[in-house]
Nanobody, 120 residues
């Protein structure tokens, strides 16, 4: 059973960088041919795919967030990390990490989600 757990600060000030880590257990983030995504849901809105890192280490980003987003991984810890720079209150959302079966495809395992609020 694959499990994902998000961690990071719940409150970030405007203009700062949001940083979240997803710790994966029950499966390796380097295992063929999975993709590991970050997805968010602002209050009252739908899910937004932000980006992913592949089993190979290649990264993919939403065009609308690409200039502010970076996804990396630590294979020794079986973790992958999201960094979102220059945050504004519009970045307030529940942030999820997930495992995707294909690039941009359906997610079969999700973390429970973590609330991040951007406020001074």
């Amino acid at each position: 059973q694959v499990q994902l757990q998000e961690s990071g600060p719940g409150l970030v000030k405007p203009s700062q960088t949001l940083s979240l880590t997803c710790t994966v257990s029950g499966g390796s983030i380097t295992a063929n041919y999975y993709y590991w995504s970050w997805i968010r849901q602002p209050p009252g809105k739908g899910l937004e795919w932000m980006g992913a890192i592949a089993y190979s280490g290649s990264t993919y980003y939403s065009p609308s967030l690409k200039s502010r987003t970076s996804i990396s991984r630590d294979t020794s810890k079986n973790q992958f990390t999201l960094q979102l720079s220059s945050v504004t209150p519009e970045d307030t959302a529940v942030y999820y990490c997930a495992r995707d079966l294909t690039k941009g495809g359906a997610s079969d395992y999700w973390g429970q989600g973590t609330q991040v609020t951007v406020s001074s």
